[in-house]
């Protein structure tokens, strides 16, 4: 019986949104520019990402050791940070709320293979985090997954369906394991 054929698998025309030439070029620019860039210089690195197209909004800071795959698939809210080593393999879309924080090491993963098919055909599912989570260290976030207003994903977690409004997972897969209460001052 044969379960994948990797010479019969064909990259969709259109998948990546660009052509290999920007596609290459940015991957250039996000190893050197980017990755070599001090770190107080979140201005340098919104302005790289937005030139090739990424929604950035105000004030965002995004570490310098970031790998984002496709810019153009990325859009982050105002006032929200992406921690050092974080991964956005975002085949898909990424859409990162306002007053978001997401730690070291966070790993969003929008993209996959339909391993039912010999053709191993490649998918993307977007993933939608919405404003003011804080998604901890190590988090590992499946695609086509939601993640509601206000929730916590605890440290090394993996998220692999949609998180409720307001609550707090944990484990892996990641399960609520309470409500976020916010402290009124």
């Not at 339909?114 to 989570?133: A, G, L």
């Amino acid at each position: 019986m044969e379960y994948q054929n990797l010479q019969s698998f064909k990259m969709p025309s259109t998948f990546r949104g660009r052509s290999k030439y920007i596609v290459q070029l940015w991957w250039i620019v996000n190893a050197t520019l980017f990755n070599w860039s001090p770190q107080f210089l979140f201005s340098w690195r919104r302005l790289l990402l937005r030139f090739f197209g990424a929604q950035i909004g105000e004030n965002v800071l995004i570490r310098s050791s970031v790998r984002i795959t496709y810019p153009w698939k990325l859009k982050v809210g105002d006032y929200s940070w992406i921690g050092d080593d974080c991964v956005l393999y975002n085949l898909g879309e990424i859409t990162i709320g306002k007053n978001v924080a997401l730690a070291h090491k966070v790993y969003i993963n929008t993209g996959g293979h339909e391993y039912d098919k010999t053709t191993f055909d490649i998918f993307s599912k977007p993933v939608v985090i919405e404003d003011e989570c804080w998604i901890t260290n190590d988090v590992y976030i499946a695609p086509g997954v939601s993640i509601g207003k206000g929730a916590i994903i605890a440290a090394r977690s993996t998220v692999l369906k949609d998180v409720p409004e307001g609550c707090i997972c944990a484990g892996t897969p990641a399960k609520p394991i309470k409500n976020r209460i916010p402290k009124l001052e």
